[in-house]
């Protein structure tokens, strides 16, 4: 039997998943594939600026893993910015931390603990909710993990 491939740990769902160029249409643009682990990679190290050793922990991946990771996912930002492609951010051998919510009511957005199920805004009641770990079909399998 193949061993189980242990999952990446991301530690909450990105705000914004598609990306494209000004003025040209969707349909003529190629697409670019931005996995869940290489945009938490790029985040990491670029964006919160941690070392390659302390990113690499935080997403339970070992250092090489990391820069590998980090490596194909500057190379697809390149490609995107200089080529002016369709770039989607999905898929990926990911568990989120954190869950991101917001809500379609009152525009409240908020972050919290994947293990809470949350069904209703914390600032107005409602329940209209976006769930962003959702959009990714992630949320029960994320609080599932270590369980098993
Ligand atoms: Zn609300
Ligand atoms: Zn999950």
Known sequence: MPRPKIRR?????????SFKPVGVRRASL?????????AEA?????????????????????RPTFT??????????ADFLINGKELIIEGGN????ENFYECL????????D??????????CGSTNLLDFAGRFGHG?????????
């Open 140 to 148: 029960r399998c994320c609080r599932r993990r270590g369980r098993n």
């Open 105 to 112: 009511d009152c525009g409240h957005k908020f972050k919290i």
């Open 94 to 97: 990911i568990h989120f931390r």
């Open 30 to 38: 190629e697409r670019i594939v931005l996995s869940l682990d290489e």
């Open 9 to 17: 740990m991301v530690a909450s769902p990105p705000r914004f998943s």
């Open 114 to 123: 994947i293990e809470i199920d949350v069904k209703q805004c914390p600032s």
């Open 42 to 62: 790029i985040k990491l190290a670029n964006f919160d600026k941690l070392g390659q050793q302390e990113a690499s922990e935080e997403m339970g991946v070992s």
């Open 68 to 77: 590998r990771l980090l490596d194909s996912a500057q190379q697809k930002i």
